[in-house]
């Protein structure tokens, strides 16, 4: 058969097995190649593919880029030896793509183990558990930005392990991407602290000197530049995705879990985008999937495009946020009313109904004013005041602050006004912010001085949004601190509480 197009897929996961069928089932004039480093993948049905699609499947070869030539890998046959350079049209990297993945942890020089996606946590665990047993070792340090690296020091502590993490100071030109917004990183490294964690001293990615004597736990995941082209499959799918399906057992405890494995939808997706019969971008599709993970009794979920991806993409974008207990919700949308994502972080299972109702109309598509007038009962109030506050923004009746301006604030040109009770405000606030509670405000706002604005605040953001509503009434230029210090103060070094 002469066929129009190779596409070669490295890495035999479910979701590349997936992608090989369907591009099979939409053109049968394409030629697909799976290659894989290991010599046996029991796991995945690849005989199927090969009698009844017409897959080529080569276990046993090692692929790596070739930079000079730009379509072609230069491939090595772990067995004997030899190496031939492969052409393609196009490429799919399944989710370890550095060339190096192993089917456990890699354990490198000064017992150091490499994870790049929390399938590979999974997988790895128990011989991380078996080493540290083994040696005794009751130390680890965890390095790396990104949420993988949170959930190995989760897991750490919940071991009794005494754990350090350090932040990775990556090179501005760094292909190595971060899944989180670094205030939702922030709120998660405050939660960590809070459980046990030691903050270690930045990382230079050029001179890894380790901190401790105990393992190292390597999650810095460096993703290769790679051309337009190139359609880069499941690299943070597992870091998205945890369906359920694998036991394993936990060697500190002896208690079995459940693992996660790869879901098989963007390799379905991405079928069609390789061969151009969709409008889908195939960036834009890895980032519209579920991410949910339990951080020692609190629950992170997003959903949808972070902050990070759009600030990447040099897309503009709006986000609020509500505080819900002992955290947030953060809703992600742009200029035209569109919802682009949200982050919820909270003790578990307390964000759970908020995260599927917004998954929701991020999904469909959903605009701010539908969120805003939906019919939903009282336990969803959170949402609904998330909804309320984007329109009155989006309407030009209300204009918020945000986090990272409070440290630079002119103070010649600016009011902080903190409307919290007298009590409250006695506790600590913002430095050099003036007190003037909400139920002062209409009779007390003549202390305010009309030629400059104001950054209202209080401790949810509730009684600060109806301050800022009652001043912009009266003609101030007036800005609302989105969260208030229930989420700020997490964030701002320079915060009392």
């Known amino acids: 058969m002469v066929y129009n197009m190779k596409v070669i897929i490295i890495g035999a996961t479910n979701a590349a097995v997936t992608a090989a069928a369907r591009l099979r089932r939409l053109d049968e004039k394409v030629e697909i190649i799976i290659i894989d480093h290991r010599r046996t993948v029991p796991e995945i049905r690849l005989g199927r593919l090969q009698d009844s699609y017409n897959v080529v499947v080569r276990l046993g070869m090692k692929a790596v880029w070739d930079d000079e030539a730009q379509d ?101 030109q760094s292909p190595h991407v971060p899944d989180l917004d670094k205030d939702v990183a922030a709120h998660i490294i405050a939660h960590l602290v809070s459980r046990g964690m030691h903050i270690g001293d930045v990382m230079d990615a050029h001179d890894p000197t380790p901190m401790s004597d105990g393992i190292i736990v390597d999650c810095v995941n460096h993703v290769p530049q790679l051309p337009e082209f190139v359609q880069p499959a499941d690299n943070k799918q597992a870091a998205q995705e945890f369906p359920l399906d694998t036991i394993v057992t936990n060697k500190f405890t002896g208690e079995r879990a459940d693992a996660p494995q790869l879901s098989q939808k963007r390799g379905r997706d991405l079928a069609a985008v390789v061969l151009g019969y969709s409008d889908s971008n195939a960036d834009s599709e890895e980032s519209v999937n579920l991410r949910s993970v339990d951080l020692l009794g ?83 109030s959170a949402v609904i005041a998330l909804g309320k506050i984007a329109q009155n923004v989006l309407e030009k009746r209300l204009e918020m602050a945000y986090w990272d301006e409070i440290e630079h604030v002119d103070m010649e040109k600016t009011i902080l006004l903190d409307v919290r009770g007298e009590r409250e405000y006695a506790t600590g606030s913002i430095p050099n912010a003036i007190n003037i509670p909400l139920a002062d405000l209409r009779i007390r706002q003549y202390l305010l001085d009309e030629t400059k604005e104001v950054i209202v605040f209080c401790d949810s953001g509730r009684d600060s949004y109806v301050a800022a509503r009652i001043l912009a009434g009266c003609g101030m230029k007036v800005r609302h601190l989105t969260g208030g210090l229930a989420y700020c103060g997490v964030l701002l070094k320079e915060v009392i509480l």
Not at 73 to 99: A, M, P
Not at 149 to 167: G, N, Y
Request: aromatic share 8%; glycine share 6%.
């Open 298 to 380: 609190k629950r992170l979920t997003t959903f949808g495009l972070t902050e990070h991806e759009l600030n990447r993409r040099g897309m503009k974008h709006i986000f609020s946020v509500v505080p819900i207990g002992d955290g947030f919700l953060k809703l992600i949308y742009n200029d035209l009313g569109q919802i682009l994502g949200f982050a919820a972080l909270a003790a578990s299972p307390n964000p759970t109904k908020y995260a599927d109702m917004l998954a929701m109309f991020v999904q469909l598509g959903g605009m701010v004013h539908k969120l805003a007038n939906a019919e939903l009962s009282d336990d969803m």
């Open 72 to 172: 072609s890998l230069v491939c090595e046959d772990l067995v004997s030896g030899e190496v031939t350079s492969e052409k393609f049209d196009k490429i799919v990297f399944s989710y370890e793509v550095d060339g190096d993945s192993v089917a456990h942890a890699h354990r490198g020089p000064r017992n150091s183990f490499v994870l790049s996606n929390p399938a590979a946590l999974e997988r790895s665990w128990n011989d991380i558990a078996t080493y540290m047993i083994a040696s005794s070792t009751k130390t680890a340090e965890v390095r790396g930005n990104d949420l993988i690296a949170f959930m190995a020091v989760a897991r750490l502590i919940d071991a009794k392990i005494l754990t350090i993490h350090r932040v990775v100071n990556m090179p501005p």
